[in-house]
């Protein structure tokens, strides 16, 4: 069963995927094999080749709604620009959320250096400028352009030891669903995927789903009630067969005596916590990760994955914690 809600097509049709390679002009996105990216192809790779002459050629970076008038970039931080261009095109991601700004940090120290000011109106600063620019919270994930300045790090792997994704770079046609191919041994003379004939969730959307799939898609939403209807995919490319379902209420969550709105996100202590119609529903805790090879030294298996150091403090409810982190 395939569910779809408002706002979420975008994060299928663009998933973040494991590892980038392969770029000739993002050359430093290349070789990064567990780092997430949503368009790691070289029709972006170009796009952000593109963009890099564009801004060069006519001094301004177009923003919706905004144009930016800045100084010669290829004398200007010429590295930073091209991972920018490279980083909107490429698109780094973080599972938790579906946006690609830059870091505040790092957009507060492009815009200050780079920006021809003498051509500015608006009575703009780098700072304003950036609150649009760059997430608003600290806590939102945010893409650091400093990794990007220079190449990987990682160690290189043969393609037959490393990080492997089958369905990477969409193989079949536009009509067609990637599967993994779980028969075909690493090593063996056979492709790792296979192709199924698929359909289309709609004249907008490239999401594909396989032939006889159920799927269950939004109707309406009336108030604060949300609707869904339940279609399959059938043999001639097409969702059809489709049945309303009960209308739910999109009812708000409580946490104590704390209302969460529906469809808003929420932090507890280390975990991102969401509400969706009344449900409550939390990230996992963190996991140790030496299955990729070796020791995970980021884990230490405490609560909220603290470092286990032992430096005691004194908690809010006047108890001794071994550290401000396990206090929180």
């Known amino acids: 069963m395939y569910y779809v809600r408002w706002g979420s097509l975008d994060v ?10 392969g770029l000739s002009y993002c050359t430093n996105f290349n070789n990064r094999p567990t780092e997430l990216f949503r368009s790691c192809t070289r029709q972006a790779d170009d796009a952000a080749r593109f963009d890099t002459a ?18 010669n970039i290829s004398k200007c931080s010429p590295n930073v620009w091209k991972a920018v261009a490279c980083a909107l095109q490429i698109k780094p991601c973080h599972r938790h959320s579906h946006a690609n700004r830059i870091c505040r940090e790092d957009c507060l120290d492009l815009l200050s250096e780079c920006l021809d ?21 600290p806590d939102t994930p945010c893409i650091s352009l400093k990794q990007f300045l220079q190449p990987s790090d990682s160690p290189y792997f ?63 939403t009336s108030g604060m009630k949300s609707c869904l209807k339940i279609c399959q995919c059938s043999a001639n490319g097409a969702i059809e067969h ?18 969460i709105e529906h469809g808003t996100t929420f932090h507890i202590d280390c975990k991102l916590g969401s509400c ?53």
Do not use: F
Request: a positive charge; proline letters at 11%; aromatic letters at 6%.
């Open 158 to 220: 043969p393609p037959h030891k490393g990080v492997t994704s089958p369905c990477k770079g969409a193989p079949c046609n536009s009509s067609e669903v990637c599967l993994i191919n779980r028969r075909c041994s690493p090593g063996s003379s056979c492709l790792p995927y296979t192709c199924v004939p698929g359909c289309k969730l709609g004249e907008v959307s490239q999401y594909i789903v396989p032939e006889g799939s159920y799927v269950r898609i939004p109707a309406m």
């Open 12 to 21: 299928v049709e663009e998933p973040c995927e494991l590892g980038c390679d």
């Open 54 to 71: 564009l801004w060069q050629q006519e001094g301004y970076l177009g923003l919706p709604g905004l144009n930016l008038p800045v100084r």
């Open 276 to 328: 969706y119609a009344g449900e409550l529903s939390y990230s996992k805790k963190q996991c140790e990760m030496s299955s990729l090879g070796g020791h995970d030294d980021a884990y230490t298996s405490l609560p909220c994955n603290c470092r286990p150091h032992y430096v005691p403090v004194c908690g809010r409810n006047g108890n001794t914690y071994p550290s401000a982190c396990l206090a929180r």
């Open 242 to 259: 489709c049945q309303p379902m009960p209308c739910y209420p999109l009812n708000s969550c409580l946490i104590g005596n704390r209302k």
């Open 117 to 137: 000011w003498t051509r500015m109106s608006g009575g703009h600063t780098a700072v304003s400028l950036c609150l649009r620019l760059s997430p608003d919270h």
